[in-house]
């Protein structure tokens, strides 16, 4: 069945209304809610059981169902054993009768050698689950995420659920227009459902009224048929104010007609995964438990618990993933997302921690010696120019710089940035390219400058950057 209307992820039934099933059933009538995402499965292990083996979402699915409330279930995989990840799935499914299937796809799925295992994943749930729909759920920003087997994944599934978790940030809006931009622009596209972020980080950040208002209104805007949040379980108990927004929101509101997003150039697209025909991608739970979502536009990058982004560059990029395993992403650069709750692991939430998403680039281009190309010797020689007004004319006029925990939107913000940053460098610091990697419209690069070396990920267009993760250690 397809989804329409609004829907939570829970990851914990008992951390839920007591884990109270009619509790929930009445919580989720009052929020009209239409669906709701349980947990099932982790790996190879089975989610939602009591310490006796009691499956508690058993009694929750059956009274949802009732009243005509659909059960979507999501499981975070790994795909280090993919058959007997896929024989789980299947069971959970069957035994609970749930409406869909959601896997969660994070940063383990990143790694070398990952795309036979989906394939083998994807052929063995798509076949024994043949009417039921199947959804993506990982990081926000494709883009980011070359490493990720779009194809394998996004042949046999039915619809996408980005991770778009702005952690860090608070421009939900600009993140959710970039993160369906670069998903309509993947081979294979499928319908997007992206999910919010609902929940708070260890660091004091969280969704402000004014973020959800922007996300419903852009949702809305952009045609959107159903939205998620993640998650049920920090909602209610750590933000109830924000459960009440949500909760007083109409959902589907009047059609709009679907706005047309700019498509990224093919060179974009084309890294996105070895022998992709298909890619797609960003996530509630993706990796570890985490959504698998990206960061925010302006942030940091892809950690969320599962999850990415904005406009022309991708908005901040906070999140990770995990929970709901999909994993997270943003915009250009993923946003952080550091939760206190098991996330949607995946792809969808922050980026996996910026000392994560460092660590890929550095494995990137530590095989890859310093021979530049042209766009990235333009671009060592601005920064070694100290000028900043140089180094921003290489960037769109509505850029987006996630540096660390700032975000920097826009070529004016961005050449200011640069200004302090140039101030604070030692006398005499010089700057030397240690490695770099090509992949059409994408620069993935490291630098040295006195005691700092740098990290960074560059998304082109036109010739000039849209959006940049810098990781300065």
């Not at 919580?27 to 006796?52: C, F, M, N, R, Y």
């Not at 990982?138 to 996004?154: C, D, K, Q, V």
């Not at 047309?260 to 974009?268: A, E, F, N, R, Y």
């Not at 792809?347 to 990235?376: C, E, L, M, N, Y």
Request: charged share 15%; net charge negative.
């Amino acid at each position: 069945m397809s989804l329409q209307g609004k829907g939570f992820f829970i990851s914990q039934p008992y951390q839920c209304e007591g884990g109270n099933p009619s509790a929930i059933l009445m919580t989720a009538q009052a929020a009209g809610l239409s669906h709701v995402l349980v947990k099932i499965a982790e790996g190879t292990q089975a989610s939602g059981l009591d310490p006796t083996g009691n499956d508690l979402n058993e009694p929750l699915v059956q009274a949802l169902h009732a009243t005509g409330i659909a059960v979507w279930g999501w499981h975070a995989v790994s795909g280090n054993n993919p058959v007997e990840e896929a024989v789980l799935a299947i069971r959970r499914v069957h035994e609970l009768a749930l409406d869909g299937y959601v896997l969660c796809v994070g940063a383990a799925y990143e790694q070398p050698g990952k795309e036979q295992a989906a394939r083998a994943f994807m052929a063995e749930v798509r076949a024994e689950l043949s009417n039921v729909p199947l959804a993506l759920s990982t990081y926000r920003f494709p883009n980011f995420h070359p490493g990720l087997p779009w194809a394998a994944f996004l042949e046999n599934c039915d619809v996408v659920m980005p991770q778009v978790y702005w952690e860090a940030a608070h421009n939900a809006g600009a993140q959710l227009t970039e993160s369906l931009r670069q998903y309509r622009a993947l081979p294979n596209t499928r319908p997007c459902l992206p999910t919010g972020a609902a929940y708070g980080t260890p660091d004091g950040w969280a969704p402000t009224n004014e973020d959800m208002d922007d996300f419903f209104v852009t949702a809305k805007e952009l045609g959107v048929e159903a939205v998620n949040f993640f998650s049920w379980d920090a909602c209610r108990n750590h933000l109830p104010q924000l459960w009440d927004l949500i909760a007083a929101s109409k959902w589907p509101a009047q059609k709009t007609a679907a706005v047309q997003l700019p498509l990224v150039s093919s060179h974009t697209v084309e890294g996105l995964s070895a022998g992709t025909s298909s890619h797609s991608w960003d996530y509630p739970p993706a990796g570890r438990g985490q959504p698998s979502g990206e960061a925010p536009i302006a942030e940091a990058d892809d950690y969320i618990p599962a999850g990415e982004k904005q406009s022309s560059g991708e908005a901040a990029i906070n999140s990770a993933v995990d929970h709901p395993t999909v994993g997270g992403g943003q915009s250009s650069s993923e946003a952080v997302v550091t939760s206190a709750i098991d996330y949607p692991p995946a792809g969808g939430g922050q980026p996996a921690a910026s000392a994560s998403q460092a660590g890929a680039i550095k494995a990137r281009v530590s095989s890859h010696p310093p021979r530049p190309d042209a766009f990235t010797t333009q671009y060592l020689n601005a920064l070694k120019s100290y000028q900043a007004a140089k180094v921003s004319a290489l960037y769109a006029k509505d850029a987006i710089h996630v540096r660390g925990d700032k975000v920097l939107n826009g070529a004016q913000v961005i050449r200011s940035g640069y200004s302090a940053f140039f101030y604070g460098l030692p006398a005499g610091a010089t700057f030397v390219l240690l490695g770099v990697e090509v992949r059409g419209d994408v620069r993935y690069l490291a630098w040295k400058a006195g005691p700092l070396t740098a990290y960074e990920s560059i998304i082109l267009r036109d010739g000039v950057i849209i959006l940049e993760y810098t990781y300065i250690e």
